[in-house]
């Protein structure tokens, strides 16, 4: 069973960053296309950016130029490194692993907040 743990949230200051971690297990990692996800208070789920197998990269136009996706095929683990961040950016961060044929797959989320 695939199962997917983000971590690497908390308080920062505007201006300031945070990299977000999303661990896999229960799977083979390198064949996931992963995508990272938020969920600001009372908003839809929104997609921030996916990174393929072979680390080809996508980004939303929201954070295009301040977050970046990146993955470790080693360590089963894709990150997200976000910079700048401003009160906006506040919401539940959640990671996704899709391949062809199988389920998609959610972890549980992990809370980031921006606030002096």
């Known amino acids: 069973q695939v199962q997917l743990v983000e971590s690497g949230g908390g308080l920062v200051q505007p201006g300031g960053s945070l990299r977000l971690s999303c661990v896999l297990s229960g799977g083979a990692f390198s064949i996931y296309r992963m995508r990272w996800y938020r969920q600001p208070p009372g908003k839809q789920r929104e997609f921030l950016a996916w990174i393929t197998s072979a680390g080809g990269t996508y980004y939303s136009d929201s954070v295009k130029g301040r977050f970046t996706i990146s993955r470790d095929n080693t360590e089963n683990t894709v990150y997200l490194q976000m910079n700048s961040l401003n009160p906006e950016d506040r919401a539940v961060y959640y990671c996704?692993?899709?391949?062809?044929?199988?389920?998609?797959?959610w972890g549980q989320g992990t809370q980031v907040t921006v606030s002096s």
């Open positions: 996704e692993a899709t391949h062809l044929g199988q389920p998609d797959y």
